[in-house]
T-cell receptor, first 113, second 113 residues
Framework: NAGVTQTPKFQVLKTGQSMTLQCAQDMNHEYMSWYRQDPGMGLRLIHYSVGAGITDQGEVPNGYNVSRSTTEDFPLRLLSAAPSQTSVYFC????????????FGDGTRLSIL | AQSVTQPDIHITVSEGASLELRCNYSYGATPYLFWYVQSPGQGLQLLLKYFSGDTLVQGIKGFEAEFKRSQSSFNLRKPSVHWSDAAEYFCAVGAPRDYKLSFGAGTTVTVRA
């Protein structure tokens, strides 16, 4: 049972570099989302998608792009990394109904120098 | 929009003692409520959820939570804590027809021998 798979697990970038965090799920879930986790702030929603070809912004979308070309994959792109984007990033997926729990990946720990 | 507050940042309990973690939500109707646990370096795992029916819900690892509409609360309890329960716990709230899930800031639980 793979569930939600995130790669890489760790990454160090320099300010201004770009990178893509990968997320894939094998549960045929319609809904996928990206969160960032910072100390004392819980998880904050960056972007989400309710199906292939459909994405929308969460509460902290600036500096990030997403796309959803397939049901399985939902990559998160940092266009020009900034130190404020140092965080732990989690991808999650969920079946269609909002009363269903989200399934989380193990996270990507990203440091921007 | 819904929101959630976890008043306790850090709780220390002795092994074998009882544990209660507080969660207060803000939403105009009955929300969807979730408790997740995060062990160090791991993703989030669902402990239990509530969206209707019996207000006392049982979850995994011996946890339970009670929904109290009058107090807008969904507190998590465990009668006897084990050392392996040391982790960070997150309360989350969702709503019908709303794709977004709002998380509290989390409560870190330390278990002492």
């Amino acid at each position: 049972n793979a569930g939600v798979t995130q790669t890489p697990k760790f990454q160090v970038l320099k300010t201004g570099q770009s990178m893509t965090l990968q997320c894939a799920q094998d549960m045929n879930h319609e809904y996928m989302s990206w969160y960032r986790q910072d100390p004392g702030m819980g998880l904050r929603l960056i972007h989400y998608s309710v199906g292939a070809g459909i994405t929308d912004q969460g509460e902290v979308p600036n500096g990030y792009n997403v796309s959803r070309s397939t049901t399985e994959d939902f990559p998160l792109r940092l266009l020009s990394a900034a130190p404020s984007q140092t965080s732990v990033y989690f991808c999650a997926s969920r079946a269609g109904n909002s009363n269903q729990p989200q399934h989380f990946g193990d996270g990507t720990r990203l440091s921007i120098l | 929009a819904q929101s959630v507050t976890q008043p306790d940042i850090h709780i220390t309990v002795s092994e074998g003692a009882s544990l209660e973690l507080r969660c207060n939500y803000s939403y105009g109707a009955t929300p969807y409520l979730f408790w997740y646990v995060q062990s160090p370096g791991q993703g989030l795992q669902l402990l239990l959820k509530y969206f209707s029916g019996d207000t006392l819900v049982q979850g995994i690892k011996g946890f339970e939570a009670e929904f109290k509409r009058s107090q807008s609360s969904f507190n998590l309890r465990k009668p006897s804590v084990h050392w392996s329960d040391a982790a960070e716990y997150f309360c989350a709230v969702g709503a019908p027809r709303d794709y977004k899930l709002s998380f509290g800031a989390g409560t870190t639980v330390t278990v002492r021998a």
